[in-house]
């Protein structure tokens, strides 16, 4: 419905928008009356930006909500992530940017032991390693189903991910084989509607064939199947915002989210002047451009507060590069909250900034949770950040005379 | 759903509520820092009523979605607009004060140039004139097509009013006949639904019609046709918030809009002393009061940030007067924001206050956009003020035991 509002006002303009994602960027003082990591961190460049430009907090989700990767992104997309679900397997297969076609049926797998009795013993196979894991999956790849190649590809130590290739498009909703505690046989694959009966059975016998191929090993003796989806039919965000959309991440997970909405998602090496340089190298060719820098959310995930701020800093540093090329509209914020006390994401708001366009003042001197939480843009759902963009640089036209 | 809450709540009250509505009162500053029209003007009785009520600012769409008058009217008189959308035929009419009745199809009409081959080579006639087009609209009205009478009555240039009133009630879906560019046959009149089949029909044999009467004409030799609309079946107003509701405004669209959610419309001249005039006249006999200014808008439109200021500071002068009544509850706000930086309705959020009924305090010493945007009332959606102000007034029951 809002997506549909944006689309019939969309309306071509020669202005360029720039979206700078510092991944996990919303933090927490370490003690009370402390300052958050962006807080403590020396930016002059994102300072002036918010203090010539309009400061504020969003929510990603919904309040009281922590959002994934996934929901985080697509609500800075603006899409709703409440209406835009994508299905775990397929996120999976993002993450490791398996390239899924239109009747792939991706699902989250994950090694587990059973005992002779066919009961699991260990949903996660003794958290087996990555390294005794990888050849595992290699030993799943190739299983043949009569009506569907199989792929198995590893992701990280009892995680894998299983692609089922139909010869036709099946209906992919299939519930979980995982029964969600140990002491229990694994569930029978089993479809939720008539159109995914087929997808069960396909299930059901890679199952079989899988158990087989591991029948000797000692822990990784069997496979649990999760999240069975398929790539959702949404609409594309150049279609929508009527912008071409770039996407420029050193993780595959974030140009697969931006794949999933149609933009032309490109690969750099990981740090932030890899970054400035291929901003550089495409700005010309797109309208809108999406700059994915993930060292924030990853010191925030190992509690490492000092080296969350080093990050934030090292993403200040390319600022006057960015805007030395001239993007209209500057939008700078985070897809969640990852505090380092917390050492995970979390459900706090997020500062963001948005520059350049008509726009009032505020009072907000610099950038940080506290100076936004008095910016003028106010507390917004994440997905409202784009539309403001877009009406800023010019890109939406009046609804209703 | 929301209006569904509203009207399970509404009780009696022997109280007064007035919506002083401020057209396009919202601004921008011309230069960083400086300060917006409303800031700019000298508003000693509206400073005063924020000083004492509270303060907001509201969106009447949705984030970065610039307003026409008609949701920004809908919005601030309790009905989501995303919800409650009007055909641009309906509007037209509404603007001119046509007489709508139930069954009537409104369609908003434009000349256009078609060649001997009937390609489109001008899809406003070459903005003919006002005093080329009216003679053409009247030799257009009365047109006649079995099974409906057809009126049409010129609005302004190139765009005119076309009314269907058929004997019975027929469906309204028909798709524009405007194709969108020149270089194309106009659209046949296609029908969206079973329903709308003999509209589409009445149109198509209207157009004939038509066509046949412009054929000497070297511009306006062809009509397009847009919008194609009845009069909506909302719920009313009064039996929503269990007002008597009133509107004066100099101008027939927001009478119109008024009308749509069934106010009793009163006309007045233009100026704001001939709104409290009316005011004082009618203030007895309803509940609740709304009173349009428009001249903001109007010198926002033209970019004339002066002739704003003088506008509003005109409204302040009037507040004394519309005060002196003893109205319990106070809105003061506009339907969108019209800064003269962009000669444009625009996107940006819209001061409000409100006065009277027990409330908490706030800072917002004046009236204007940075104090409003610190006010106690947040930053919210048009639709909210309504509600907020019935609940001061005395008029909303509890909701649940």
Chains 1, 2 share one sequence.
Not at 129 to 137: G, Q, R
Not at 157 to 168: N, Y
Not at 193 to 210: T, V
Not at 217 to 228: D, K, S
Request: with cysteine; hydrophobic share 40%; aromatic share 6%.
């Amino acid at each position: 419905m809002r997506l549909d509002l944006i689309r019939g006002l969309a309306q071509p303009a020669d202005t360029k928008v720039l979206l700078f994602v510092l991944d996990g960027l919303g933090g927490l003082p370490l003690e009370p009356g402390g300052p958050t990591e962006l807080e403590a961190a020396r930016t002059p460049h994102l300072d002036e930006l918010a203090r010539v430009g309009t400061c504020g907090l969003h929510e990603p989700v919904a309040a009281g909500i922590t959002p994934g990767s996934g929901p985080g992104h697509l609500a800075l997309f603006g899409y709703d992530p409440l209406v835009y679900e994508t299905g775990r397997g397929v996120l999976e297969a993002l993450g490791i940017e398996f390239p899924l076609e239109p009747n792939d049926i991706a699902l989250r797998a994950n090694f587990c032991t059973v005992d002779a009795d066919g009961i699991i013993t260990d949903r996660r196979a003794g958290r087996i390693s990555t390294e005794e894991a990888a050849p595992l999956a290699e030993l799943l790849d190739g299983i043949e189903c009569s009506g569907a190649e199989c792929f198995v590809r590893h992701v990280k130590e009892h995680r894998f991910l299983l692609v089922l290739r139909p010869d036709q498009a099946l209906g992919a909703a299939v519930h979980d084989t995982d029964p969600g505690r140990p002491g229990e046989a694994p569930l029978e694959p089993r479809a939720l509607d008539a159109a995914s009966e087929p997808a069960a059975r396909l299930m059901s016998s890679w199952l079989k064939a899988a158990r087989e191929r591991l029948a000797d090993q000692p822990r990784a003796n069997m496979a649990l199947l999760r999240g069975a989806s398929r790539l959702p039919e949404w609409p594309r965000f150049g279609d929508v915002f009527g912008m071409r959309a770039s996407a420029t991440a050193a993780y595959p997970m974030y140009r697969g989210v931006a794949r999933l909405v149609g933009m032309d998602a490109g690969s750099v090496p990981e740090g932030a002047d890899s970054l400035a340089a291929e901003y550089r190298r495409r700005f010309d060719d797109f309208d809108f451009h999406f700059l994915h820098f993930k060292p924030p959310d990853k010191a925030g995930e190992d509690g490492d507060f000092d080296r969350k701020v080093a990050a934030i800093e090292e993403a200040d540093r390319i600022v006057p590069a960015l805007m030395e090329l001239g993007p209209d509209v500057v939008i700078v914020t985070g897809d969640h909250s990852t505090p380092a006390l917390l050492r995970s994401h979390s459900w706090h708001p997020v500062p963001f900034l948005v520059h350049g366009g008509a726009a009032r003042n505020d009072d907000a001197g610099s950038f940080g949770e506290t100076a936004c939480a008095g910016g003028a843009l106010g507390l917004r759902r994440g997905r409202e950040l784009l539309p403001l963009a877009a009406a800023r640089a010019g890109r939406l036209a009046k609804f209703g005379a």
